[in-house]
């Protein structure tokens, strides 16, 4: 009797490697054994298991996925990488306030497989976003939502703006007043530059922060206590970047561009 797909796929660490290398194209054996780091006597059992499954498919030496077992595998990836997200930020999802996220992008969180959870040390407590600095300044273009306002933004962002990157920002009405009497002179390149624009968001769900650009993604939320936390997750995977990219779009819908002249 053909066993179960759940108990194929998902009660075997060796089966859900395979089937995953796997999606990466054919494989002879001992690719299989070099990159699972398993031996012959503790892998062959699991493909004979897929094999007589019909979920791969042994061809001239080397193993492939069936259509079935690509169709399944496909669908369980983001399953495997849903539970890979929940387990290693359990703490902070369930921490924090998860509403500012839309239902269609909480569903794929596990876009954000192998990302970071930051908690930045006492030494960074006026500097917390001290670790992406770097990966800020060489950025061709960032896409951010602004809920909290530091002191470094403006002038790091018109720095930016300067040497030709381009820049969109959402920012809530207090933030801007504040930007504008606190740093007029950036304000003014951010506003009126041809490559970065300010829209004011008129909504009131929001996260603290949320940065997409072509080096990394960043998302910091609020505790369910509503009370600013300075932890974040961050990473810099491609999936992970166009999940941001897309929860920001999300903020642009409810957003006003400022106009370039005043």
């Not at 939320?221 to 999936?239: F, I, P, Q």
Request: glycine share 4%; charged share 25%.
């Amino acid at each position: 009797m053909r066993r179960s797909l759940i108990d194929i796929t998902c009660f075997s660490e060796k089966r859900k490697g395979l089937l995953l290398l796997l999606m990466e194209g054919k494989k002879d054996i001992d690719e299989i054994k070099e990159i699972l780091d398993e031996t012959s006597p503790s892998i062959l059992p699991q493909i004979k298991i897929l094999k007589e499954n019909g979920l791969i498919v042994q061809e001239n030496g080397t193993y492939s996925l069936t259509r079935i077992g690509m169709l399944l595998t496909q669908m369980l990836q983001e399953v495997f990488q849903t539970f890979d997200v929940l387990e290693d930020h359990f703490d902070y999802l369930n921490e924090h306030d998860l509403t500012p996220i839309p239902k269609e992008l909480l569903h794929h969180i596990g876009e954000l497989n192998n990302s970071e959870y930051i908690v930045p040390s006492l030494t960074d407590a006026f500097d917390p976003f001290a670790k992406i600095k770097p990966l800020t300044k060489v950025s061709t273009w960032i896409k951010a939502f602004i809920a909290v306002y530091h002191p470094e933004y403006p002038p790091l962002a018109s720095e930016m703006v300067s040497k030709g990157a381009n820049l969109s920002l959402i920012m809530t009405e207090p933030i801007f007043e504040k930007m504008k009497n606190d740093h007029p002179e950036a304000t003014q390149i951010l506003k009126n530059s041809e490559n970065s624009r300010i829209l004011i968001y008129k909504g009131e769900v929001m996260p603290s922060l949320i940065i997409a650009s072509d080096q990394y993604f960043l998302l910091s939320l609020m505790l369910k206590t509503c009370r600013y936390d300075n932890s974040y997750l961050m990473g810099t995977e491609k999936a992970a970047i166009k999940w941001a990219t897309k929860l920001y779009e999300w903020y642009e819908k409810n957003s006003e561009l400022v106009p370039k002249k005043d």
